[in-house]
């Protein structure tokens, strides 16, 4: 989009505050950029709470003020905090930091905070660590359940920290695929135990809480698709002592049919299972099996996508072929890049032609079939 398409939506807007509305227009005529940097500023935006830093993951801390949590139960676009005027706090969702994404995202937000009444609420108590958010699809609370999980355990009062998550346990996720959730809410478990507390479980109403910590983790920071390979260390524990019999050493990792599938998806796999490779499709096993399954390959073909997540749980020097449908082609394997070097990966990456993934482009990937 061009700088004059940003400047038409902006003064689009209908609950943004004029005077922040000018100061983004005033921006927005020098850059896009500009006028990106200025967001944080906006009165709409709670400006005074502390940053500390662990580390080089960057922290906003909310001390003893209370303040409030609108999760997904009450809208998908919402799960913000806020203080007791409605004051958002910054890096409650990724899109208060994006200028694209805050003038798709801003007014619904807005519009559905002015409609909370903050005198009706549930409190939870203190002492929560929450992230800055994303989407609710299996990458993204996979990845931000692993930062959340690294990070809880460096806290000086890890003890009496419970992390605040926020995800369906109904048919209103919104991956088909795990209607049920049951990965989800194992993820939960295996990471924290006991210590955390799932919002959506209480319902719409705005919950308000004390001593609130929330990592930041835009797409430029550090903690953004890192998977810290302590936290699959722990589930990998955990998994092992179940006894789970022993994976094969050269594995498909299938998934459901998906519009975003090359078009000869089923030509793919019947030539790779022909030639020895196990078709798995993490949907239809348990996770735990999923863990160990990855655990114990070291030839693997998968396709790109959020089944990327699993790359975690293969073993150092693992041999990956990713498989690229046409729709994904703009995106680039470093995105990647971080679990690659964490987890000591060797990927081979091939890109769909028309959207076909012809079996003369796999056999060309030669330790495929050593």
């Given at each position: 989009m061009t700088n004059e398409s940003y400047m038409q939506r902006l003064q689009q807007l209908r609950h943004l505050p004029d005077d922040d509305k000018s100061r983004l227009a005033s921006r927005l005529a020098v850059s896009y950029g500009h006028a990106q940097a200025i967001l944080p500023e906006l009165s709409i935006f709670r400006s005074d709470f502390p940053t500390t830093s662990l580390g080089e993951i960057e922290i906003t801390e909310t001390g003893k003020e209370q303040v409030f949590y609108i999760g997904h139960h009450f809208r998908s676009n919402m799960?913000?905090?806020?203080?007791?005027?409605?004051?958002?706090?910054?890096?409650?969702?990724?899109?208060?930091?994006?200028?694209?994404?805050?003038?798709?995202?801003?007014?619904?937000?807005?519009?559905?905070?002015?409609?909370?009444?903050?005198?009706?609420?549930?409190?939870?108590?203190?002492?929560?660590?929450?992230?800055?958010?994303w989407f609710i699809t299996y990458g993204h609370f996979k990845d931000e359940a692993y930062t959340l999980g690294a990070v809880l355990g460096r806290l000086p009062n890890s003890s009496e920290t419970r992390v605040l998550l926020d995800y369906p346990t109904d048919n209103r996720l919104d991956t088909k695929n795990f209607l049920a959730n049951k990965n989800y809410q194992k993820i939960d478990r295996l990471i924290f135990g006991q210590s955390s507390l799932n919002a959506y479980r209480l319902g719409s109403i705005p919950l308000?809480?004390?001593?609130?910590?929330?990592?930041?983790?835009?797409?430029?920071?550090?903690t953004f698709h890192s998977f810290p390979p302590a936290v699959t260390a722990r589930i990998r524990s955990q998994v092992e002592a179940l006894e789970?019999?022993?994976?094969?050493?050269?594995?498909?990792?299938?998934?459901?049919?998906?519009?975003?599938d090359p078009i000869?998806?089923?030509?793919?796999?019947?030539?790779?299972?022909?030639?020895?490779?196990?078709?798995?499709?993490?949907?239809?096993?348990?996770?735990?099996?999923?863990?160990?399954?990855?655990?114990?390959?070291?030839?693997?073909?998968?396709?790109?996508?959020?089944?990327?997540?699993?790359?975690?749980?293969?073993?150092?020097?693992?041999?990956?072929?990713?498989?690229?449908?046409?729709?994904?082609?703009?995106?680039?394997?470093?995105?990647?890049?971080?679990?690659?070097?964490?987890?000591?990966?060797?990927?081979?990456?091939?890109?769909?032609?028309?959207?076909?993934?012809?079996?003369?482009?796999?056999?060309?990937?030669?330790?495929?079939?050593?």
């Open positions: 799960s913000v905090f806020c203080d007791k005027e409605k004051k958002l706090i910054f890096n409650s969702r990724f899109y208060f930091a994006d200028l694209s994404a805050f003038l798709l995202n801003i007014d619904p937000c807005l519009y559905h905070l002015s409609n909370i009444d903050l005198d009706d609420t549930l409190n939870i108590g203190s002492d929560f660590l929450s992230i800055q958010r308000a809480l004390r001593g609130l910590k929330i990592i930041t983790n835009k797409y430029s920071s550090p789970i019999p022993r994976g094969p050493k050269r594995i498909f990792l299938t998934r459901s049919n998906s519009y975003r000869d998806k089923i030509e793919i796999e019947a030539h790779c299972t022909k030639r020895g490779y196990t078709l798995i499709n993490p949907e239809l096993i348990s996770y735990e099996e999923l863990v160990q399954i990855s655990g114990d390959a070291d030839r693997v073909i998968c396709y790109w996508g959020s089944a990327c997540t699993n790359w975690i749980y293969f073993r150092p020097g693992t041999r990956i072929c990713v498989l690229k449908a046409e729709s994904y082609s703009s995106e680039s394997i470093t995105f990647w890049s971080k679990v690659i070097n964490n987890y000591e990966l060797l990927v081979s990456e091939i890109t769909a032609k028309d959207n076909l993934i012809s079996t003369i482009q796999i056999d060309s990937i030669g330790w495929l079939w050593d």
